[in-house]
């Protein structure tokens, strides 16, 4: 049965459409068949990083929430030639980025239960493992449904005070919703910060085992999200970070 | 085992902000469960018999059923109960 994992963050800029991308191409290096949907749907995004613009025609999520598409006919297949080998495939599920769609949604809204459905018709159609969210960051509809439906919300902040707080929100609210596993990623964590000491405070700060502690690194700024660093840098500890907490989660989860 | 106060619900449709802010925690949970792709009939008369309680009814699951789907909130759908969001 699918596993639905929700990868949000309280606040803009974590690198949680990074974190997404990345943990799908290393779970899908697992042998594993896993789709990205982008319900960031105000500020989509997670596109990018494998390289894939939807063209005039194709169809985005907004076309079956706010039209008559099937899901299925929204998801490509990005799989990286680097991950065919592992047998692995990766989906995206994309959002629109034309600018009177995303005006058109935000005003008229649509059936968040559609949402729903949808992540499980198309795990149903492609035989997935995994569905992996990616929210919009903060508290609303979308954000709250995707956590309620999570079999493991990830919740990615950076060392930063207001994160911190933040995350504090999203953690309650995770746990008014009984989600059955939550893991902390903390990103962007600077060289000069003792990561012991971040791992201990993020520990105690809300009693949620700690998916990965991930360095802010050079080498991911200069791939700008032009890449998949599991891919571009695989050695790098960013990277292998990634990759364990995929592990990690394919083996807990499955 | 939380008792289910029927006059502090809310009434209307059921958004997830909604779910979020309802009490007792057995709600929250059954509402929940109806989510992903709907729960049989069998397991969720006995969540609801397990996490609500219904002062004034020994057996709370029947009543607490038919509350739930007069206000719309559950619905069944052929072998299941979903939760339906407005």
Redesign the interface.
Known sequence: MVK?LAVHSFRGGTGKSNLSANLAVSLARLGKRVAVVDTDLASPGVHVLFGFAPQAGQSTLNDYLQGPSAIHDCAYEVTPAEVKASHGNVWLVPASMNGDRIARLLREGY???RL?DAL?ELSEKLRLDFVLVDTHPGIN?ET??ST??ADCLLVVMRPDSQDYLGTAVAIE?AE???VPSIRMVVNKLPDSFDSEQVREKVARSYEVPIGALLPLSDDLLTLASGGLAVLRFPDHPWSQGVSELAGDLSRSLV | MDSLDVQALPVGPLSMSTLLSLEPAGLRLVLRAGLRQGIQDGPLRQLIGESLAFPGHEEPTKPILEILEQRGWLVRQGELWKTRLG
């Open positions: 639905i059936q968040v239960e729903n499980f509809e709250l449904l309620a439906i609210v008014r919703l009984d």
